[in-house]
């Protein structure tokens, strides 16, 4: 090696029984690398250079992946069978990858026969160790030839299997020449960063071999490892067969072998278990539920889960490392006590931030297990002091604790408090590797329902946010909607709904759909739903409204279509102007003898389609019938002829019901229990009530400045009739002023005075000059300027429209309540 070290760093090596009077000798030279946070090679000791063929030069700075050939290295068959028995991991294209990637928390040893330039096959034996503290080391690994492993007169040693372990303990005879002669291999090390290493590794366990023949042969470092560190290693080898999910043979060779395979595979099941029994759904509450009783009473008598805020709440994933003020929730707790013993110390539903000095804060800080034996007085002390004057000293004292992290993508999300019953078994280093499994799979499964129920919740929001709030009442109509999702994971479509206030009373009804699902149609959905509410403000006729849709759509692009039904309502005339493009047709049903059609009308191009003229036919209607309007995602069923679905829609939309409300849930039920609707749904109802002749009161009047006058005598006598005294000054003063505007600028001799009664007052004054009024600002000594903003001060609501041949310019007052 480096400084002196060329013949590279060697371990002596024992083979035998029991003691090391029947020992076989034997010494391999290692090859060390130091990987660093960056995943470079920080050293490169000449045994890795004569293992692995690349040069230090070559090697440090460089990538350890790109240099270490682990990729699709893969044991030989008799490897295998070194799995958990032999205490290996025999397959280095996993675990050291693993390890090299940052993703290992514990020591991992492994065996693979990989080709090397210039060497052909050669049989590799190697430890990783994982390297915490402020360096910028993070991983050690030390390999080895198996080929050169010999006995010291120079004979092969014949065994049958060869398997790299670790002895696990730290009070051997030779530990302080192992912390000298380390060093000695680092030399690129400083004196603090080799004893900082050699105290991990020390911590960790040393690498040792393990031969097989018949039975197993200890084989042990030259300076010799008492027999009574053997269960413990079994222990720590058994954890890590947990930890990594392997197979357990059925051979074991002795009575604590049997042991330590049914502890392994009693684990593995147990995990395999929880496994299936966590995650059943998306549903973050029911999925802390599952995790928590998962684990009482098999794995523990106690288990408390919190989350973090963010979590628990449904938003986004959580920023940075937890601190002293991050608030946890405790979302259950889960016992073998007699019921409600811990529910008033420990209740579901409280938020708490925990101190540095818990084990709490050491595993959410951390992101690892914390072990603690045996809960002492003065512990259970400290954390009862978190509870205020709740004494939850009783509870916790004598019990065993782990605490364990609930991690997804290397964030802390929660933790879990694990307690056992003093008369209970303790928590171990294996029940520690067992339950950073568990935490791990649980955590998965937790991120998971929480992205859900995050993106359930943005998904909602979005959708609310581009329905319209529809008021159920209109002028001479009632109004109810319904919106169903596709599906439960893409809540965001392309199907709308909306209802628009018209001059003269009446309302426009539209349902599109744009073709698609997402946030790109929903996006374009949005956009098509502001163009209609605008044109339909401006009083276009369906027809012509559609083209200008269909305009629009051609400018935004051609990647989306949409379907769109418009529908204007005049419950004066009581009769129905449609257009359609490309939707499916409206239901009509008739409150005479409750028969219900389709409408037969023409079909036209869907919007986007472009130079594709669109026609609009008028339908005559009761007071008291029904129009019915829906997305295909209703009647449209795969493999099924849409036709069946439009027959069940008239069906069901003839039943009769109680209420809008409950027509419309006659209807969902009734095609929306088929099965297999993937595909959004928007309904929309309207019962036309309309207003009877009796509430309305028109006039025509001269182009002469004398008809203000009669206009004004008309209204008070009109409001007298109808008992709305209470508003004759105001309405006449108002009307006044509007036909006198129509008079100065009338172009003809029509001019057209309506007074309409319904859930307000609305006065309209007709002129044939298409030039639409604007609110300016008078000056003291102007003569005119001032009527649109009496209007303005006066009336509820005001407005302007163009018609056919000129303009409607009209005013609503609030009705005055009438006395019981």
């Known amino acids: 090696m480096d400084r002196g070290t060329d013949t590279g760093a060697t371990t002596g090596l024992v083979a035998g029984d029991e003691t090391p009077e029947h020992a076989a000798v034997g010494r391999i030279p ?80 492994g065996r693979a026969r990989l080709t090397v330039p210039g060497r052909g096959r050669i049989d590799v034996l190697w430890w990783a160790y994982p390297l915490v503290g402020p360096g910028r080391e993070r991983l050690l690994v030390l390999a080895a030839d198996a080929e050169t492993l010999r006995r010291e007169d120079g004979a092969d040693v014949a065994v049958e299997r060869i398997a790299p372990g670790f002895a696990l303990h730290t009070d051997f005879p030779g530990a302080e020449e192992l912390a000298r002669r380390l060093p000695e291999i680092l030399p690129s090390m400083s004196v603090g960063e080799g004893a900082r290493i050699v105290a991990q590794v020390l911590e960790l366990g040393y690498p040792v071999l393990e ?79 599952e995790v928590s009783r998962a684990v009482v009473p098999r794995f523990t008598d106690v288990a408390g889960t919190y989350l973090r805020e963010q979590v628990v709440a449904g938003e986004g994933f959580p920023d940075g490392v937890p601190d002293t003020t991050t608030m946890w929730h405790r979302v259950a707790v889960e016992h073998t006590d007699e019921p409600g013993r811990w529910d008033d110390v420990v209740p579901v539903g409280e938020a708490m931030p925990f101190p540095a000095h818990t084990p709490f804060f050491q595993c959410m800080t951390t992101g690892e297990p914390v072990l603690v034996p045996r809960i002492t007085e003065q512990m259970g002390h400290a954390i009862a002091a978190q509870f205020e004057k709740r004494d939850i000293r009783p509870l916790i004292t004598g019990r065993s604790m782990l605490v364990v992290p609930l991690k997804a993508r290397n964030v802390v999300l929660g933790f879990m408090i694990l307690l056992r019953h003093p008369e209970r078994e303790v928590f171990d280093d294996m029940d520690r590797v067992t339950g950073a499994e568990l935490a791990a799979r649980a955590g998965l499964v937790l991120d998971n329902a929480r992205m859900y129920t995050y993106q359930e919740n943005v998904a909602e929001t979005l959708q609310d946010s581009m329905l319209p709030q529809i008021e159920a009442h209109m002028t001479g109509c009632d109004i109810a909607t319904r919106y169903l999702p596709g599906t439960l994971l893409g809540r965001v479509g392309g199907d709308w709904f909306d209802s628009v206030k018209l001059p003269g009373a009446r309302t426009a009804l539209v349902v599109g759909d744009v073709m698609g699902h997402g946030l790109n149609s929903a996006a374009m959905m949005g956009q098509l739903r502001t163009a209609v509410q605008t044109m339909a403000a401006l009083d276009l006729p369906p027809a012509q409204l559609l083209r200008n849709l269909d305009d629009l759509a051609q400018r935004l692009g051609e990647h989306y279509l949409a379907t769109c039904l418009y529908a204007v309502y005049d419950p004066i005339a009581s009769e129905l102007h449609l257009a359609n493009a490309g939707h499916i ?15 037969d009308l023409p079909t036209g191009a869907p919007i986007g389609v472009g130079g594709v003229a669109f026609e609009a036919v008028r339908v005559r209607v009761e007071p008291g019938d029904r129009l019915v309007m829906c997305t295909d995602g209703l009647v449209e069923m795969r493999g099924e002829d849409i036709g069946v679905g439009l027959a069940t829609l008239c069906e069901s939309a003839a039943h009769p ?27 929309l109802m309207a019962r036309l009530s309309g207003i009877e002749p009796e509430d309305v009161a028109e006039w025509r009047l001269a182009p002469d400045p004398v008809e203000a006058a009669r206009a004004r005598a008309a209204v008070r006598e009109q409001l007298s009739v109808w008992g709305l005294d209470a508003l004759t000054d105001t309405t006449a003063l108002l009307a006044g002023e509007l036909v006198t505007n129509a008079v100065r600028h009338a172009r003809g001799r029509r001019i057209e005075l309506r007074l309409v009664r319904g859930d307000t007052l609305l006065c309209e004054v007709y002129d044939d000059d298409p030039t639409l009024p604007t609110l300016l600002s008078a000056a003291p000594t102007d003569e005119f300027g001032r009527g649109l903003r009496v209007l303005t001060a006066l009336a509820r609501e005001w407005g302007t429209s163009r018609t056919g041949a000129g303009k409607t310019v009209w005013f609503e007052l609030t009705l005055p309540r009438r006395r019981a």
């Open 30 to 109: 290692l090859a060390v690398v130091v990987v660093d946070r960056a995943g470079l090679v920080s050293h490169w000791s000449s045994g890795a250079r004569r293992l692995f063929g690349t040069t230090k030069d070559e090697a440090v700075g460089h990538p350890a992946l790109d240099l270490l050939p682990v990729s699709g290295a893969l044991p030989d068959e008799d490897d295998i069978l070194l799995r958990v028995a032999d205490g290996a991991y025999d397959v280095l294209g996993h675990d050291l990858e693993t390890s090299l990637d940052g993703q290992l928390s514990y020591p991992a040893a």
């Open 211 to 289: 031969f097989s023949q018949n039975n197993r042969v200890p084989v042990t470092p030259d300076w010799g490892v008492p027999r009574r560190a053997g269960r413990r290693a079994r222990r720590e080898r058994a954890a890590r067969a947990v930890a990594q999910g392997l197979t357990v043979p059925e051979d074991a060779p002795d009575e604590g072998e049997d042991l330590e395979h049914a502890a392994v595979r009693e684990r593995l099941e147990f995990l395999n278990e929880v496994s299936g029994r966590i995650g059943t759904s998306l549903d973050l509450s029911r999925t802390i539920v």
């Open 585 to 599: 047709p409206p239901v009509l049903v008739r409150a005479a003898d409750g028969r219900s059609e389709l409408l």
């Open 657 to 683: 019901a109680a209420s809008m409300d409950d027509a419309c849930d006659t209807i969902i039920r009734a095609l929306n229990t088929r099965g297999g609707r993937k595909d959004d749904v928007a309904l």
